[in-house]
């Protein structure tokens, strides 16, 4: 409880010293991640007439996706980046046409991006998408990654209400909910082809997806599923200490208890939407706990003051982590109007313009500037994550 009071109290003093910041603040969040995603196109797009990008800048074709899980398609070197990669420039262009309604947007995602991101699509049944282009042999396919393009996709009809969109949201969940099974008492599988675990990343994600299919289609049977899923992934998959949650349980029941940015904020964001759809309290209070505990685990305030800094800094780790966990912090301050965590990231990203881009224009992963810049390859979709966090941002 005293823990729980201090942290409560710094976020009073934080919060006071990030309303200065906010009215100091000299950058715009929408024309930083419009200049992102402008990089992005000239350094890593493809002009062969695919639509495509590679994965890093400068290109490597020796380059393995090591976070395909030790499958087989982990030690292939590919010419185009993973469906993974790419997935992360439609969320960060859908994010920039929710702020905008600009017609360019709409454009460039309906005539680059998504004909882009049918070269994944792969017909073996259910369809879905598969984790390489279908000119290619074929590739596993990943319950996560089809998730999160079903939320773009949800997020584009709710935005537009064009069918279309929904119609393809409609075919991917297909695709997820055959992931589904009663071992371990329900959840979804990571992976179709090395069904081993049930990850936190394909059950929390899974749960928004199904929420804002409920907005979409206003079906009860897709709220009723939601809140079965969460409470299932809560109870299988958080820590009760620090309401975060972990990565993953096997078949045997043993649980990978790594946490990683994006699973907390996507139960985060699952609880917001429950409360929003439900008024009931509890998903709140989930929401908040959780959005505690992780301001707690995934900020370095000690590093902070050693810079002089107001804010606590961002840890290291995947942008698109980060990414997806902004998107859980910005849904619960939609619901409870308290600015103060959303703030801090406002805090971070204007501090990782100035700190963490290369003389190309490409971010880093360090928050705490402590990586040499200059030096390394720059993956597509920590580019792709930063132009999201920035576009999310605006005008909140």
């Given at each position: 409880m005293k823990r729980v009071f201090l942290l409560l109290l710094n976020l009073m003093t934080l919060a006071a010293s990030l309303k200065l910041f906010a009215q100091t603040a000299d950058f715009d969040s929408y024309?930083?991640?419009?200049?992102?995603?402008?990089?992005?196109?000239?350094?890593?797009a493809v002009r062969d007439g695919n639509n495509l990008f590679r994965e890093t800048y400068p290109y490597d074709d020796a380059y393995n996706a090591s976070y395909l899980g030790g499958?087989?398609?982990s030690n292939k070197s590919n010419p185009y980046a993973y469906l993974w990669p790419f997935s992360g420039s439609l969320s960060a262009y859908t994010a920039l046409l929710e702020k905008s309604h600009d017609a360019g947007v709409r454009k460039h995602l309906d005539d680059f991006i998504l004909p882009g991101l049918e070269q994944y699509y792969d017909k073996r049944q259910p369809a879905a998408y598969a984790s390489y282009i279908n000119s290619?042999?074929?590739?596993?396919?990943?319950?996560?990654?089809?998730?999160w393009l079903g939320i773009d996709f949800l997020d584009l009809?709710?935005?537009?209400?064009?069918?279309?969109?929904?119609?393809?949201a409609n075919e991917i969940w297909d695709f997820v909910e055959s992931g589904m099974d009663n071992k371990l008492g329900g959840g979804i599988y990571w992976c179709e082809q090395r069904k081993e675990?049930?990850?936190?990343?394909?059950?929390?994600p899974a749960v928004v997806y199904l929420l804002k299919l409920y907005e979409a289609t206003d079906s009860t049977h897709y709220l009723n599923k939601a809140k079965s899923l969460y409470e299932w992934t809560k109870n299988n998959l958080q820590d009760s200490s620090d309401r975060l949650y972990w990565d993953n349980i096997n078949l045997s029941g043993k649980i990978d208890k790594t946490k990683y940015p994006y699973n907390t904020g996507q139960m985060i964001q699952a609880g917001a939407l429950l409360y929003k759809l439900t008024k009931e309290q509890q998903y709140l209070q989930d929401a908040q706990k959780s959005a505690l505990?992780?301001?707690t685990y995934f900020f370095d305030a000690s590093k902070s003051k050693e810079k002089g800094l107001l804010y606590p800094l961002l840890k290291r780790s995947d942008n698109w982590f980060i990414a997806v966990m902004l998107r859980g912090y910005v849904e619960l301050y939609h619901q409870d109007?308290?600015?103060q965590y959303v703030?801090?990231?406002?805090?971070n990203l204007a501090h990782a313009w100035e700190n963490m881009r290369d003389e190309d224009g490409l971010f880093g992963k360090d928050w705490l500037g402590n990586e040499e810049t200059a030096i390394g390859k720059r993956w597509i979709l920590d580019q792709f994550a930063i132009a999201e966090m920035y576009a999310r941002l605006t005008r909140l």
């Open positions: 024309a930083r991640a419009q200049e992102t995603l402008k990089i992005i196109e000239k350094l890593y499958g087989a398609d290619a042999p074929l590739s596993d396919r990943f319950y996560d990654d089809n998730i009809y709710l935005h537009t209400k064009e069918k279309s969109y929904l119609d393809k675990s049930k990850n936190t990343c394909s059950n929390a505990g992780g301001f109007q308290n600015k703030d801090v990231f406002n805090a």
